[in-house]
């Protein structure tokens, strides 16, 4: 036996579309991943697959540079040289500079949330940031996908591995 529950007619003037009210840790919370994610797709290497142009890695150069090498001299107490480039993401610079941002973007959040007078741009930022990290995303795993399909970053090796090299390192 089912059950039927008679629901009034919608109106015309309900169908559309109210702006969403977020809460406040909904807000705060957007905007540091704007902030955080916007400049991670800029000041590394996702800004070259989104976008096909000549332009410079904005991650080492500065300020984004000046401010990476101080971090990393004064506050992680790095005595060695940075390294740049390289593409791996997993070099001392790169950690600084992820800590960086996050430092950044953390500043910038209570910056923002303090002088926010208009939520309802929130909403709409929110449509086209969410395009915008869709496609870095979707351009870096493309570009990733096809150096592994065209052997560009890991050639086919010449040498082969044969029981006696094996020896040494497998089980």
Known sequence: MTA??????????????????????????????????????????????LVRLPLPRFGVIPPMHTVVSWTATHVFHVTGPLVLGGGSGDKTYDW??????????????????????????????????????????????????????IPLQMPSSSSRLTPDACSTWCF
């Not at 909904?26 to 916007?38: E, I, P, Q």
């Not at 496609?135 to 150096?147: F, H, K, P, R």
């Open 4 to 49: 039927t529950v008679n629901l009034p007619p919608i109106q015309a003037s309900e169908i559309e579309e109210q702006p969403r009210r977020w809460r406040g840790t909904t807000r705060v919370a957007f905007r540091f991943c704007v902030l955080y994610f916007g400049m991670y797709v800029v000041f590394t290497q996702m800004l070259g697959s």
């Open 96 to 149: 600084v500079q992820a800590f960086c941002m996050l430092v950044i973007a953390i500043a910038g959040t209570a910056l923002w949330t303090w002088r926010a007078t208009r939520p309802q741009f929130e909403v709409r930022l929110h449509v086209w940031f969410h395009v915008f990290v869709r496609l870095a995303l979707g351009a870096t795993m493309i570009q990733y996908g096809m150096s592994k399909v």
